[in-house]
């Protein structure tokens, strides 16, 4: 049962732009903090950054810090949606979403996968150089 949906990777020039949508499936993760990763071929899987269940804070990987951009619908829509501009060659990677459903704030913040609880299938990012 997939629980968390992402969608609009592709490939983009470097220097271009991309938004990717996060969307639940089949309930609702209004309340909880929300996460993005992304992982490259031969690569462990790697924290972009993370939003609070209301929005209120953030925290970026310092590699995207002031390219990316997490925000969050929790009205109808109740998507989380990561923005990227500038990207680079070394942004390509298949991007995931995340849920933590019980992780301690700090844990949560600073992105370890290890308290996210509910992951999407993710999307696939190519950055041509």
């Known amino acids: 049962q997939v629980l968390l949906v992402e969608s609009g990777g592709g490939l983009v020039q470097a220097g271009g732009s991309l938004r990717l949508s996060c969307a639940p499936s089949?309930?609702?993760?209004?309340?909880?903090?929300m996460g993005w990763f992304r992982q490259s071929p031969g690569k462990e899987r790697e924290f972009v950054g993370t939003?609070?269940?209301?929005?209120?804070?953030?925290?970026y990987a310092d590699s995207v810090k002031g390219r990316f951009t997490i925000v969050r619908d929790n009205s109808k829509k109740n998507t989380a949606y990561l923005q990227m501009s500038s990207l680079k060659s070394e942004d390509t990677a298949h991007y995931y979403c995340?849920?933590?459903?019980?992780?301690?704030?700090?844990?949560?913040?600073?992105?370890?996968?290890?308290?996210?609880?509910?992951w999407g299938q993710g999307t696939q990012v190519t950055v041509s150089s």
């Open positions: 995340a849920v933590s459903l019980h992780g301690p704030m700090n844990s949560v913040l600073t992105g370890d996968p290890g308290v996210f609880d509910v």
């Open positions: 089949g309930r609702s993760f209004s309340s909880y903090a």
């Open positions: 939003i609070t269940w209301s929005g209120e804070y953030t925290n």
